[in-house]
């Protein structure tokens, strides 16, 4: 069974993704992002990487930093912050809102 939520990006990160704000995605059943391992449960840590291979369209390396995102971009999980939900190992769950602000400004 897939997992939809939605992605939201601001601040400057839906440059990243072709200007648009708002994405409603469907994440199919299993995952293949692991290499030694298929499972069934999306953390954030594997929704970076379709992230990465699926809605960025340039500059990849202005997200993310190894496998998470750079510093300087706030990840909110169902309007919290993520560091209250466990960051990279939060489980998605159906419906959560995910949001991508960038703090990082040119001067």
């Given at each position: 069974?897939?997992?939809?939520?939605?992605?939201?990006?601001?601040?400057?990160?839906?440059?990243?993704?072709?200007?648009?704000?708002?994405?409603?995605?469907?994440?199919?059943?299993?995952?293949?992002?692991?290499?030694?391992?298929?499972?069934?449960?999306?953390?954030?840590?594997?929704?970076?990487?379709?992230?990465?291979?699926?809605?960025?369209?340039e500059r990849p390396?202005?997200?993310?930093?190894?496998?998470?995102?750079?510093?300087?971009?706030?990840?909110?999980?169902?309007?919290?912050?993520?560091?209250?939900?466990?960051?990279?190992?939060?489980?998605?769950?159906?419906?959560?809102?995910?949001?991508?602000?960038?703090?990082?400004?040119?001067?």
């Amino acid at each position: 069974m897939s997992l939809k939520i939605s992605l939201n990006f601001g601040g400057g990160a839906e440059l990243l993704v072709d200007k648009i704000k708002k994405h409603n995605i469907e994440l199919p059943a299993l995952i293949k992002y692991l290499p030694d391992c298929q499972k069934e449960k999306w953390t954030i840590r594997e929704l970076l990487l379709w992230i990465k291979d699926n809605l960025l369209k340039e500059r990849p390396e202005l997200f993310m930093q190894g496998e998470s995102v750079r510093p300087g971009i706030l990840v909110l999980v169902n309007d919290a912050d993520w560091e209250l939900c466990g960051e990279l190992e939060y489980e998605l769950q159906a419906n959560d809102n995910i949001m991508f602000i960038s703090t990082l400004h040119g001067g």
